[in-house]
């Protein structure tokens, strides 16, 4: 038995310390015998058949055998080649090992019989060769070929196919695979039991509907993706039916309330739309059922305000009301927003963040667990060990997304008086109708749907980055105007944590092409004092031109700013484009933004670039941005919570979602037990808390 591994370069390979093999495995998901009876294979090979020689096709994998006729060493250009060429009476073909473990040349002796899985293509002289094959010598060569084709299964390194193959095989034989579905329900949408369609997709038969397989409609695959979004739907529905099971303070209308007058003493009405998502959420608080509700509407839509008015609500009944956001900008702005807004109004409102003094930290703990405080807000130091309201009775979350489940369940906890806080999210990152009725089956959603009256929209420009100077003609004008400009350094690495050079860099620049303007700098990196101060002068007009990473993505307000430049556009995700875009427009201005990109741009990134110029809609954003990307990277696993659909794809499978929903609803209400062991078979390791 020989068999070529790997291909790794000659006297440099290298031994590196791999992770237990027992960690590399729960790194796949792979724990309990479902896990690996679920371990599906991303493809197949078929290695049922041989293909004369003479008929093999460049770009078309195939197997085929022969006889080693001539074996050569070659130098190149590159280093020494190894080369074999292998006949079989009705054409050759060559082998090809740019590197190669030494043995690779005994294995390939001239008149040695062998048998070659690859893909063929056109080599230099117009003949045919392979590049690494995978193949096979000796005895091994000579063995009956397999039955069905082989699967080819997600594996980290140093995890080999044919041990997974063989575990997979082994959990197939120990495990009681009964089906749990009602047979006819599964007749009635065409889909075969599940031991069957499992034994398929593990060993399909030779001659199974390869393309079905490869794109994932086969009737086995509909099973198993019909279980798995089932599983979901399940686990998240019970979610929800738990949670209605709690109790709640009825945070009802009193009137006339602090919310009236409140609402009074704004400069501005309310849009219909605030209006509409004001009185579903004031609906919800007055039920004893605790609210799970998140608020979906563009930046800009005014998403604060509906979360002020639900927070006195709470007030006015009596409760505290708590309101969270990611980071410690955005926690400050909201403080001061409801400081300003609620305090000639009587009402106490604290702030806590991690960067408080001891002293001032240990007042706010006090004022919150007195309930002389009436509103807190802060960042997930409001979640922190210490921190015990005397009556909370409404939880905030601004820009969920930023925060897992856990944190965001970390507000529900119970008080001493057994009622769990109504629980309010807020988004600007609009989520397609197909993820939210999938990932959010938990929650309810309300929509914002419409922009404050009197925005112009903001304009968007495409830049080459070789044009940098006329964009700083821009800058100088829109300050000449009394406006005020951001400026956002490019991403250089995945966080904008560590590398603060690019951005103190970019700011030095920018001051020094612009003498005339005072230019702030904030970045991930500072101290928190020092990011609030420049943000405060920024907010105040006494910064002009502020140049930031991507710390100013979320939620930040100043009317005043008028301009955004994104520098290095291409490399930014649409949503943050989006949010990055939203800062400005806010005010009665005309704003513009300037995407500044590189010439060298990709075809994925042009087209990027192009939804985000021709829309500001943050919807049609965001479906495309789902195109674009797939769900993984769109929703983020911290804020799903569950684990991702590995093998659904919402956007085939939207009917088989639709089914699913519908049967796990009914499920849960008939059958329980069956659904929660369904259920437990896909996700039993990942989702205890969900439901803890
Ligand atoms: P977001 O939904 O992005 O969080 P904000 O709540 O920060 O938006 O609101 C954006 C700006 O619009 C704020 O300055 C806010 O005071 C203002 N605003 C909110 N609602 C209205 C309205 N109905 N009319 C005019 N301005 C409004
Ligand atoms: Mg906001």
Redesign the pocket.
Known sequence: MAAAGNPRPTGEIRQQKLDPLSVRLERLGLVRDWDYALHLPLRYEDETRLTPIGSLQPGVTAQFAGKVSRSQFIQTGRGQQFCAEVSDGSGTISLRFIHYYPSVQKQLCEGAQIRVYGEPRTGYYGSLEIVHPRFKTGRAAEETLPQALTPVYPAGEGIQQRWLRKRIARALMDLDIRDLLPRDFCDSLGLPGLRAAIEYLHNPPSGADTEGLQNRTAPAWRRLIFDELLAQQITLRRTRLLNSEKRAPRLAPSSPGTAERFLES??????RA?LRVAAETAEDLARERPMHRLIQ???????????ALSALRAVDAGFQAAVMAPTEILAE?HYR?FRDWLTPLGIQVVWLTGRLKAKEKSAALEEISSGRAQIAVGTHALIQEGVSFKSLGLAVV??QHRFGVAQRLALRSPGASGLVPHLLM?S?TPIPRTLAMSYLADLDVSV?DEL????TPVITKLVRLDRRADVLGVVRATAAEGRQIYWVCPLIEESDKLDLTPAVRCREDLAAALPELSVGLVHGAMAPAEKEAVMADFSAGSTQLLVSTTVIEV?V?V?NASLMVIEHAERFGLAQLHQLR?RVG??AAKSACILLYDAELSDAGKERLKVIRESTDGFEIARRDLELRGPGEFLGERQSGMPFLRFADLGRDEALLAAAGRFAAEWLRTDEKSALAHAARWFEPQTDFLTA
Do not use: M, N, W, Y
């Open positions: 704004l400069p501005f009405s309310l849009t605030q509407g563009d930046v800009g839509s005014g998403k604060t305000v509906v979360a702005q927003k601004d820009e807020l600007a914002i404050p009256p009197g925005r939620g307000d009317p939203g806010r005010g």
